[in-house]
């Protein structure tokens, strides 16, 4: 057991922040994401394959309390009608359920930003692909400790 | 009482802004948005009951839409942008599993 815990660790490592940067690579906890977020992931996906980069999360390291978790999403694009994000799905990897929301911008949003307030049960890594015009998408997560979850009301 | 008489939808819109000029617009409402996942003293499930859409139209055009699970926080939040092309009127419209429906407005002026 205890090689097994030193293994991923020392692949974690390996893998190093640079990995983690392009935002495809799980954080720590993904490894233990749901069956029911990678279904969901699919979903959104529906066979194409994500471009990484282009997505600035912006979300606590560290939240107090699970129950209420600022984060904020900005996806780069000149949001003009021939070149916009369509669409912005926000995952989580360990809550109950996945999908926590799905934003549809148009041409008169001007930029591609939203700002919520989410719950989340536990320390986990939330993930956010945003789908262009032309059907393109990218793809980021942000690895998120809780320190109180909100198991009770999420 | 039911939680109905609670919800207060408020919008948060600048006032004036300069011909596309990209603003941002804030949004609260008082709803207690219950997950589903929780139970009640005597361990029996309390029903799920969340806002599930909310959406804003500018000029009567739709602008921007949201579809919100068990995930989002009570007392949702929603910020998000608008380019003001022309004066107008904002509207937002938020929709709860009961069938409930709440709305509020404001006007944004260019100069």
């Keep these: 057991m205890a090689i097994h815990l030193d293994r991923r660790h020392a692949l974690a490592a390996a893998l190093g922040s640079a990995a983690f940067a392009t935002g495809l690579v ?12 990678l279904e969901a992931l699919a979903r ?9 980069g282009g997505i600035a999360i912006d979300a606590p390291e560290v939240a107090e309390d699970g129950n209420m978790v600022a984060v904020s999403i900005r996806v780069e694009s000149p949001m003009t009608e021939a070149d916009h994000v369509r669409r912005i799905v926000l995952l989580s990897t360990r809550n109950p359920v996945a999908e926590i929301a799905s934003f549809h911008l148009t041409r008169h949003s001007g930029e591609a930003f939203v700002s919520n307030r989410i719950r989340l049960s536990e320390s986990q890594d939330i993930v956010v692909v945003a789908e262009f015009a032309d059907g393109t998408l990218r793809q980021a997560r ?4 809780v320190t109180v979850g909100g198991c009770g009301s999420v | 009482m039911s939680y109905v008489e609670n919800v207060r939808p408020r919008l948060r819109v600048p006032a004036t802004a ?6 941002e617009i804030r949004t609260l409402i008082s709803h207690p948005m219950e997950s589903g996942h929780r139970t009640d003293g005597e361990g029996n499930p309390i029903p799920r009951l969340i806002i599930t859409t909310m959406f804003a139209t ?13 995930g989002i ?10 380019r003001v092309d022309e ?24 100069g």
């Design chain 1, 142 to 145: 942000r690895e998120v400790r």
């Design chain 2, 18 to 23: 300069a011909a596309g000029e990209v603003v």
């Design chain 2, 73 to 82: 926080a009570a007392n949702p939040y929603q910020a998000f942008t608008l």
């Design chain 1, 26 to 37: 799980p954080g720590r906890h993904a490894e233990a994401a749901t069956a029911q977020y």
């Design chain 2, 58 to 70: 500018f000029n009567g055009e739709e602008v921007f839409r949201a579809h919100w699970g068990s």
């Design chain 2, 87 to 110: 004066p107008g009127t904002l509207e937002v419209v938020w929709q709860d599993e009961a069938g409930h429906e709440w709305r509020d407005s404001a006007s944004i002026a260019v």
């Design chain 1, 44 to 52: 959104v996906l529906d066979g194409r394959e994500p471009l990484p």
